[in-house]
């Protein structure tokens, strides 16, 4: 597979890079191969500024990988508190992050208001760190907005980015199921409304990019999701309950 997936046809300005754990980076990670996460790299191809979404595994990697595309990473976003995304320890893992990145550059690092304690719980970092948000505001990286979406359920303050035509979507929605609810935070029916109701409002031929690689190809347009995947065939909360609930 490619590393990169292209956007759609907006304009020039918008950067964007799909990177697969223990493939594009962190290569020699055993976890990270098997846990196959994607980082993104997001920006503004004039003014060469980028955030990083979710960096873990292997922050240098992550960090050159901008480099190499002459991209100064500026800041950070992360979906959610699992170290898999964010750095931590998980399983009695340590596993490379949000800390590690702040120790080679000093940028902020957004979450959702909802996730920020529990962010706080899992890494090495203070609350001075973080800037917290609230569903609907916008990260804007040189001349790109990035409107950043609650979508509680998988944990609490688990958010979506929305940017020029692509839905980065954590561990919300993947292209085949979603993010388990059965893990500290999260919500079944939370979830539910986050997928029938805040991401409603994205349009079907958005490109969904998601947080881990659990399907055949690396993105696909949200429509042709909304079309196969079974999270979306319950007509009611109460079917998709007995279906997804706890």
């Given at each position: 597979?490619?590393?990169?997936?292209?956007?759609?046809?907006?304009?020039?300005?918008?950067?964007?890079?799909?990177l697969l754990s223990g493939h594009d980076f962190?290569?020699?990670?055993?976890?990270?191969?098997?846990?196959?996460?994607?980082?993104?790299?997001?920006g503004d191809s004039i003014t060469r500024e980028?955030?990083?979404?979710?960096?873990?595994?292997?922050?240098?990697?992550?960090?050159?990988?901008?480099?190499?595309?002459?991209?100064?990473?500026?800041?950070?976003?992360?979906?959610?508190?699992?170290?898999?995304?964010?750095?931590?320890?998980?399983?009695?893992?340590?596993?490379?992050?949000?800390?590690?990145?702040?120790?080679?550059?000093?940028?902020?690092?957004?979450?959702?208001?909802?996730?920020?304690?529990?962010?706080?719980?899992?890494?090495?970092?203070?609350?001075?760190?973080?800037?917290?948000?609230?569903?609907?505001d916008v990260v804007r990286v040189g001349e790109?907005?990035?409107?950043?979406?609650?979508?509680?359920?998988?944990?609490?303050?688990?958010?979506?980015?929305?940017?020029?035509?692509?839905?980065?979507?954590?561990?919300?929605?993947?292209?085949?199921?979603?993010?388990?609810?059965?893990?500290?935070?999260?919500?079944?029916?939370?979830?539910?409304?986050?997928?029938?109701?805040?991401?409603?409002?994205?349009?079907?031929?958005?490109?969904?990019?998601?947080?881990?690689?659990?399907?055949?190809?690396?993105?696909?347009?949200?429509?042709?999701?909304?079309?196969?995947?079974?999270?979306?065939?319950?007509?009611?909360?109460?079917?998709?309950?007995?279906?997804?609930?706890?």
């Amino acid at each position: 597979m490619t590393d990169t997936v292209d956007p759609p046809a907006t304009e020039d300005r918008f950067y964007l890079r799909q990177l697969l754990s223990g493939h594009d980076f962190a290569a020699s990670d055993g976890v990270a191969q098997q846990m196959r996460n994607f980082a993104y790299l997001i920006g503004d191809s004039i003014t060469r500024e980028c955030v990083v979404v979710d960096p873990a595994y292997g922050v240098d990697d992550l960090l050159a990988a901008a480099e190499r595309d002459d991209m100064t990473v500026t800041g950070a976003l992360v979906t959610h508190y699992h170290p898999d995304h964010c750095g931590g320890s998980m399983m009695g893992m340590q596993i490379e992050g949000v800390a590690e990145l702040l120790d080679r550059v000093d940028v902020p690092i957004h979450v959702q208001a909802d996730e920020a304690e529990w962010v706080l719980k899992v890494t090495d970092l203070s609350p001075t760190n973080l800037v917290s948000h609230r569903s609907g505001d916008v990260v804007r990286v040189g001349e790109v907005d990035i409107e950043l979406l609650h979508t509680p359920g998988h944990t609490p303050g688990s958010q979506c980015f929305l940017v020029d035509g692509c839905l980065i979507s954590g561990d919300t929605l993947f292209l085949d199921g979603c993010g388990r609810t059965d893990l500290p935070g999260g919500d079944p029916e939370a979830l539910y409304h986050s997928l029938t109701g805040t991401l409603a409002k994205v349009p079907d031929d958005a490109v969904l990019l998601p947080g881990h690689l659990y399907s055949a190809a690396p993105a696909e347009r949200l429509g042709d999701t909304r079309a196969r995947n079974v999270v979306f065939k319950p007509a009611s909360l109460e079917q998709w309950m007995m279906m997804f609930g706890n």
